[in-house]
């Protein structure tokens, strides 16, 4: 059964903009912190951004910071992921994540993942 659905990817140049979605099951949303990482050929997986447990706060890589937001739809049980300015290095599949506990920034706490959507930004 799959619990965490991202759609939104795509091929886009730079400065333009995107916006990604996460569509999770709503025992998942309920009960977990969210975030979303991303990973680009050849290299590890990386966070991009995070919401606290509370979901109060929200937390970003220094790479994206300024031009990347985070925001939630309880109603909807969905996350997005507004990109804004995007470079040619913000090209990875993109990964909606969530977790019960520990590291925002740490693949290894998240225990639930989406399929991944690709995002491709031309220069």
């Known amino acids: 059964q799959v619990q965490l659905v991202e759609s939104g990817g795509g091929l886009v140049q730079a400065g333009d903009s995107l916006r990604l979605s996460c569509a999770a099951s709503a025992r998942i949303f309920s009960s977990r912190a969210m975030g979303w990482f991303r990973q680009a050929p050849g290299k590890e997986r990386e966070f991009v951004a995070g919401?606290?447990?509370?979901?109060?706060?929200?937390y970003f890589a220094d790479s994206v910071k300024g031009r990347f937001a985070i925001s939630r739809d309880n109603a909807k049980n969905t996350v997005y992921l507004q990109m804004n300015s995007l470079k040619p290095e913000d090209t990875a599949v993109y990964y909606c994540?969530?977790?019960?506990?520990?590291?925002?920034?740490?693949?290894?706490?998240?225990?639930?993942w989406g399929q991944g959507t690709q995002v491709t930004v031309s220069s």
């Open positions: 919401f606290s447990w509370s979901g109060a706060s929200t």
């Open positions: 994540a969530a977790r019960s506990q520990g590291s925002y920034s740490s693949p290894a706490t998240y225990d639930y």
